[in-house]
């Protein structure tokens, strides 16, 4: 079969720095597609993953922790993709790997480029045949089960029988790192942003409770379930919900900070905190990343696909169709539209 000569790439238009992003930040458009040289492989992408972590690349900011987009270049993220053809060693057409990979129907990436981004480790997996879901590797195998995994196991060590509250509980990482946490022993509750998000959480996944965090008697009502405050708070979210939580916790309470999603369009990039109920009720903050247990992270892998296997944990996807989805998957995210990993398919022929 001919290699396409034609493809079509989501671009970044402007930064959004102290404002929301929308879609009018992006474009898709038509492209050449050139000719494969050295040390270079063509890919058709399967899969896209969508992030709250993308948004920091989105600011303008060059002091921020991860690299900016540029506007010449498509946006990437963690995908799925087929190899048609490679002048790289190692890769051969009809490989599907993973990798941070180009918001393009078909696109060229070189070993240089392959290497620069961080988020894939600076390579492309071949995954093993016969292949899982998709939404797996994006998913619960992916940067966000791992990082659920890390949180939980790593960072929050929970004993049995403490009590857990839990921010983005719905989410991707929310979802996964709630269920590492009841099978540890922990009691988990989780906060989400309307009544049937917080009905998955406890008929689906076995949350002992769920609450909305947009209920204007949060405060209460976490008192009302726990008197004396949780022992550990794993915060996804940030911003006046952290503040909320933190308030209603007692010393030795614990917060894991996983994310600040909630502040991510604010002015300078967002990540602020207040540490005043930190300080007021002798909390430990501790924060964490997935790089920090890079070495681990097969591990981790093998241990969420054992645990899904078993049935253990419930995968919870929420699924995109085409290119031109991207951009509205990965804004949903911060408007509460997804529950779960969201994950945009390309190629209607897989899953």
Not at 44 to 67: E, F, H, K, N
């Amino acid at each position: 079969m001919a290699s396409p000569t034609r493809t079509r790439s989501t671009f970044l238009t402007r930064y959004a720095c102290g404002e929301p992003l929308t879609e009018d930040h992006f474009t898709t458009r038509e492209h050449d597609v050139r000719e494969l040289r050295a040390n270079e492989v063509l890919l058709q992408t399967l899969a896209l993953s969508v992030d709250p972590y993308l948004r920091g690349a989105m600011t303008g900011l060059d002091r921020y922790y991860i690299p900016q987009f540029t506007f010449d270049r498509p946006v990437h993220s963690m995908g799925v993709a087929r190899v048609l053809d490679s002048r790289l060693d190692g890769y051969a057409a009809g490989d599907v790997v993973l990798g941070a990979i180009d918001w393009s129907d078909v696109s060229v990436l070189s070993a240089e480029e392959i290497a620069g981004r961080p988020v894939s480790g600076g390579a492309l997996v071949r995954l093993s045949q016969p292949l899982r879901p998709l939404s797996h590797y994006l998913g619960v195998l992916g940067t966000t089960g791992v990082t659920a995994f890390f949180g939980v196991v790593g960072a929050t060590r929970p004993r049995r029988g403490e009590t857990i509250v839990l921010s983005g509980a719905a989410g991707g990482v929310g979802s996964v790192a709630g269920q590492i946490a009841q099978l540890l022993g922990a009691r988990v509750i989780g906060l989400a942003g309307s009544p049937k998000k917080c009905e998955v959480l406890t008929k689906q996944l076995g949350f002992e409770a769920a609450l909305d965090y947009r209920s204007p008697t949060l405060t209460d009502d976490l008192l009302a379930l726990l008197p004396n405050g949780p022992d550990v708070y794993f915060d996804n979210v940030g911003g006046a919900v952290s503040q909320t939580v933190m308030s209603t916790m007692r010393k030795p309470a614990r917060v894991i900070e996983c994310g600040q999603i909630a502040s991510y369009d604010d002015p300078d990039g967002g990540w602020t905190i207040d540490i005043r109920p930190i300080h007021q009720h002798g909390l430990r903050l501790e924060s964490f990343s997935p790089s920090h247990y890079g070495e681990f992270r097969a591990g981790a892998v093998a241990q969420l696909g054992h645990w899904i296997d078993v049935g253990k944990i419930i995968t919870l996807d929420t699924t995109y169709h085409g290119l031109k989805t991207v951009p509205t998957a990965f804004l949903d995210i911060f408007r509460g539209g997804n529950v779960g990993k969201s994950v945009v398919l390309l190629d209607s022929t897989v899953g």
